[in-house]
């Protein structure tokens, strides 16, 4: 157990206790629920909690580590991080590609229920979204907080806490869905008690942020650490108050919002849009505005862009959650409020976007011969391009067109495939040898052919979305010459059945790269470390750290 | 320690912060972001002006455009009921024979009853209209319940087994799980089912299918009738047609003799306006007509 090695003597018996606490819980909960499917995930937190002891009692008389630890950062939890998040990425990506698959051919449910659409299209948005995306943001938030503060993590404990509790909440949550567990809320799914305890785990990530933050040995705080902060403070806030509900009893899975009606659609929406905004976007800038200039050796192209954009985005994505809401019982007001200030988002986008490629000036020769830097290069482009689209989706007027269509989708999937899984992707590939002191990866080829799957991917999906969406849009409000409608829905139907299967296809190619990746990141991992000090990460972080009260 | 330093690429001086080897450029904002920027506020601005945006308390700036999303609907409904009133009128008041006398009036029958059919019939009667095991072909001559434009007017309206006050009520007993009929009766009379329209099993003998007839007397005339040939007030199908709703091989048929059939529809009273409900039965009689 290397984990528990990095641990000190009180900071093993901590994890013992807050581990017998976790046991407790699940215990509990398995006796309350015991008529109930929650007594499954209370057998489910049992087994983790009691598993993670048997870890911490095999490695507790390992020796203690020295003082000499603190004179390096402590990387534990960002590695444990990245080959989680690897991990989550192919089976959250092969249930993508299943679900699309399922809407080509619905008879792939094999007639078992916790195969069903409903079930798996959340096992899918979790997986990528949560495990994938939610992962890589740990893993490189710690990498980047320590390194662009100059300051340690405060303890090793915290920032295993935090990420083993967060793989368990996304544990629960998508072994809940394929129980039918779930408060029906689009990227929101968990239920209150899986809920409660992400509470639990946000609140010591955004200490642990803090506490280094403060402690740290920089001047300025860097602007990466804005963006992972602003990630990290509104996730909490959004979370919390959209998962306002009252369980059926202590016993039950159950819950029922706080909130219904329209008041239930805005809030849910506010923080559906507000998910895209600080998870899949602010956390994600976070990345890009340090993995992209260290790996292009650029200096940042302005940072007085960085300010604008970074308060732009702040200030206007709060407002716009109500284009998602458009022509419905929604007052008009709430919904035209919103799309102003979609529209007025574009800017501080665009500042971002044009801030990352104009830092890549100079360094257009490297874009050209590294597929790392290429991927970030790429996310870079299809942010730009994601939310030029969002903003002009965000109109009513053309909303009116692609609104309930697969424009949507196609739509999310610029993001999270252009967008959120390049720069993860490219962060990854930089890391995984800085942090293993290898080299480099153990095939830049591979590298390479990730790239050309994903972008492949990327884009066969996308077109196909795209087309089948407007298609759809437009055949739904084509009216004959009686003044009645044109097509029956069934119609459309059977016009996206081709482009439902290029969708797979598409998703298919994409799933295939991440599976390269995933063989290259484990064979990085376990080819002999480099035994000289000249890596690809630059000298400066090596150095030793000695901290004032360590 | 701050150290300003000139970028030879683009020129600029840094901002003077390092962090783990990344600098800052301090390069000021281009032009055309300000312009813009200001562009999409002014929007805004208009926008807030004219449409209904910004809320006071328990009411709301209703703009000077006094736009209102719900009067736009409910006058664009009303402008498309006026369009369409030249044929919706026709098809309203006209008897069912008129309207088919008219080509015209015909061919909005086609197009529109073909939508309201794939919305509303499809997912149990299919796109073609051509049913599936246990749901009725409807472009054959076997109506269940008539195949007159009122019959079925009247069983879209009320629905089969359904949950409206005068539904249309069928039921096939469950003669072999019920134990009205034991297993020889059963597959004398099932011989005999088969002979009517004209399919024997292999091992049938004339016997059989004579004391099937018996059995048939008794037990099934009273809804199939005495010719086999099914009553529409009962919904009770026609057995000696070629048309099966739940599959006419012996075995199919046994199943059925053994455990009863109740077949549901549901009503459209409720869905369907009059005037969809009479396009839809329009559009079925046409359809029986263009099938051959």
């Given amino acids: ?550 | 320690m701050e150290k300003f330093e000139r970028d030879p690429h683009t020129g600029y001086l840094t901002t003077g912060h390092e962090w783990n080897g990344i600098i800052e450029l301090n390069t000021p904002v281009p032009r055309i972001i300000y312009v813009f920027l200001i562009a999409a506020v002014l929007f805004s601005l208009g926008y807030w002006v004219l449409m209904p945006t910004w809320p006071l308390g328990t009411t709301f700036t209703k703009g000077l455009l006094g736009a209102d999303q719900r009067t736009a609907v409910s006058q664009s409904l009303k402008q498309a009921a006026l369009d369409h009133a030249t044929w919706t009128n026709l098809i309203e008041k006209e008897g069912y024979a008129q309207i088919q006398g008219n080509p015209q009036l015909m061919e909005t029958v086609r197009t529109t009853g073909r939508t309201l059919f794939g919305d509303n019939c499809a997912a149990c009667h299919g796109r073609e209209a051509k049913g599936g095991k246990g749901f009725p072909n409807l472009t054959t001559n076997a109506w269940l319940w008539g195949g007159s434009p009122e019959a079925i007017a009247e069983t879209i309206r009320v629905g089969v087994n359904s949950t409206h006050p005068e539904t249309r009520t069928s039921q096939m007993l469950a003669f072999g799980r019920d134990g009205m009929l034991q297993r020889p009766d059963m597959e004398n009379v099932l011989a005999y089912v088969l002979s009517l329209s004209g399919k024997t099993t292999s091992d049938a003998s004339a016997n059989q299918i004579a004391a099937g007839k018996t059995v048939f007397a008794t037990n099934c005339a009273s809804c199939h009738g005495d010719d086999a040939k099914g009553k529409t007030d009962v919904g009770a199908p026609d057995l000696t047609d070629a048309v099966w709703i739940y599959g006419g091989d012996a075995n199919s048929v046994y199943t059925t003799i053994w455990g009863g059939r109740q077949g549901h529809m549901p009503t459209w009273e409720s869905r369907l306006s009059p005037l969809d409900r009479k396009i839809l039965v329009l559009y079925l009689i046409d359809l029986r007509k263009a099938t051959p």
């Fill in chain 1, 1 to 550: 157990m290397q984990v528990i090695a990095t641990l000190t003597r009180s900071e093993r018996q901590w994890a013992l206790i807050i581990l017998l606490v976790l046991f407790a819980l699940g215990l509990a909960l398995m006796a309350a629920g015991r008529n109930d499917p929650l007594a499954g995930h209370g057998a489910l937190v049992m087994i983790a909690a009691l598993a993670a002891i048997f870890a911490v009692i095999s490695g507790y008389f390992t020796p203690e580590p020295g003082d000499e630890r603190l004179d390096h950062y402590y990387d534990e939890p960002s590695k444990i991080g990245l080959v989680l998040a690897m991990a989550w990425a192919a089976v959250g990506m092969f249930f993508g590609v299943w679900v699309a698959a399922l809407l080509a051919w619905p008879d792939l449910t094999f007639d078992a229920g916790w195969a069903s659409f409903g079930r798996i299209r959340p096992v899918h948005t979790t997986g990528v979204i949560f495990g994938f995306g939610g992962n890589a943001l740990i893993a490189t938030s710690f990498y980047v907080m320590q390194r662009t503060s100059r300051a340690r993590l405060p303890d090793q404990l915290s920032p295993l806490f935090v990420l083993f509790g967060y793989n368990l909440f996304c544990l629960l949550a998508v072994s809940g869905y394929m129980m039918g567990i779930t408060q029906s809320k689009e990227y929101a799914e968990p239920e209150w008690y899986a809920d409660i305890w992400l509470v639990v785990v946000w609140v010591v990530y955004f200490v642990i942020y803090l506490r280094t933050l403060a402690r740290r040995n920089e001047p300025h705080i860097y602007v990466a650490n804005w963006y992972y902060l602003a990630f990290i403070l509104v996730v909490a806030m959004l979370h919390i108050v959209n998962n306002l509900a009252v369980p059926v009893s202590f016993g039950s899975a159950k819950s029922y919002s706080l909130f219904s009606g329209v008041q239930d659609a805005m809030t849910q929406w506010w923080y559906g849009h507000n998910a895209v905004a600080f998870f899949l976007t602010s956390g994600f800038l976070g990345m890009l505005y340090y993995y992209m200039p260290k790996r292009a050796g650029r200096p940042i192209y302005s940072y007085r862009m960085s300010i604008i954009s970074f308060w732009g985005i702040t200030f206007f994505y709060m407002w716009a959650g109500s284009h998602h809401l458009h022509y419905t019982a929604l007052p008009q007001w709430v919904q035209s409020l919103g799309m102003t200030f979609s529209i007025m988002l574009l800017i501080p986008s665009w500042v971002s976007a044009g801030n990352a490629l104009m830092t890549l000036n100079g360094a257009w020769h490297k874009v050209r011969d590294d597929a790392v830097l290429r991927f970030m290069m790429v996310a870079a482009v299809f942010y730009g391009l994601t939310t030029f689209e969002g903003s002009f989706m965000a109109i009513r007027t053309v909303n009116s067109l692609s609104h309930y269509t697969d424009w949507t989708i196609g739509h999310v999937h610029a993001g999270t495939l252009g967008w959120v899984s390049m720069i993860t992707f490219g962060a990854i590939y930089a890391s995984v040898p800085w942090l293993w002191k290898r080299p480099a990866m153990y095939s830049t080829q591979l590298v390479e052919t990730h790239f050309w799957f994903a972008i492949a991917g990327t884009i066969v999906y996308v077109f196909a979305m795209w087309n089948s969406g407007i298609i759809q849009g437009l055949m739904w409000r084509t009216y004959n010459d009686s003044g009645t409608l044109a097509y029956s829905f069934v119609d459309s139907l059977i016009a996206m059945h081709p482009y439902y299967i290029a969708r797979t296809v598409g998703g298919l190619l994409f799933l295939t790269g991440t599976l390269v990746g995933c063989y290259n990141v484990w064979m990085t991992i376990r080819t002999a470390p480099r035994t000289s000090t000249t890596g690809a990460e630059p000298a400066l972080a090596e150095q030793p750290l000695l901290q004032p009260g360590e």
